[in-house]
């Protein structure tokens, strides 16, 4: 099944009404789409269209970035993968974000924040690419990592549901081995 940005079952009348109306576009919003992503790390869903307008919200009001919920919706964002969800909600954040330099080839200043986005681009990468067992290395060899998608309530099931996923896509039969690998099951089977 698609994902489709726009909807989410979860999402409260509330916040369906700001995004249909004018309040999307209003800067006073911000806290409520702040704890309403606050609210899906807790309920493990993920509304895909309600962060993107946060970070339109963001791009238009840098003053009020909270680095906290950017981290928290690309870390969510990697619990929808193969979606384009991570990669749009990179292309919206504050160029002073991005810790890619820009087009004159400066760089842009190293921050926690900027060093959060470099290491989740890191695990967006790896699970694009399906380098799962990397992907794994990756999480467990940082505690940046764990600080990062600890807000995120069952981000390591999740990824392994995606993964498994796509793997059951891709496979008719795989080793148990290397599928205990791919999903970081060792010594779990």
């Not at 309040?23 to 006073?28: F, K």
């Not at 970070?55 to 969510?76: A, D, G, S």
């Not at 193969?82 to 002073?96: E, R, V, W």
Request: with cysteine; proline share 6%.
């Amino acid at each position: 099944m698609p994902y489709s940005f726009d909807k989410c079952p979860e999402r409260p009348a509330s916040i369906e009404t700001i995004l249909n109306g004018l309040d999307r576009y209003n800067p006073e919003t911000t806290t409520v789409f702040q704890e309403y992503v606050n609210q899906q790390c807790e309920e493990k869903f993920f509304d895909s269209y309600a962060c993107l307008a946060l970070l339109k919200l963001y791009q238009f009001n840098p003053h009020l970035i909270h680095p906290e919920t950017i981290t928290n919706i690309l870390v969510k964002s990697l619990t929808v993968f193969p979606s384009p969800a991570f990669s749009l909600a990179l292309a919206l954040l504050p160029p002073s974000t991005i810790p890619f330099g820009n087009a004159s080839g400066a760089a842009i200043p190293t921050t926690e924040l900027t060093e959060s986005i470099q290491k989740l681009t890191r695990l967006s990468t790896l699970l694009e690419s399906a380098q799962y067992d990397v992907f794994w290395s990756t999480l467990d060899s940082d505690d940046v990592y764990a600080d990062l998608y600890s807000d995120v309530a069952g981000f390591e099931d999740l990824i392994r549901i995606r993964i498994a996923g796509e793997v059951g896509k891709a496979f008719r039969e795989v080793d148990l081995q290397v599928l205990s690998a791919w999903l970081d099951l060792r010594g779990r089977v």
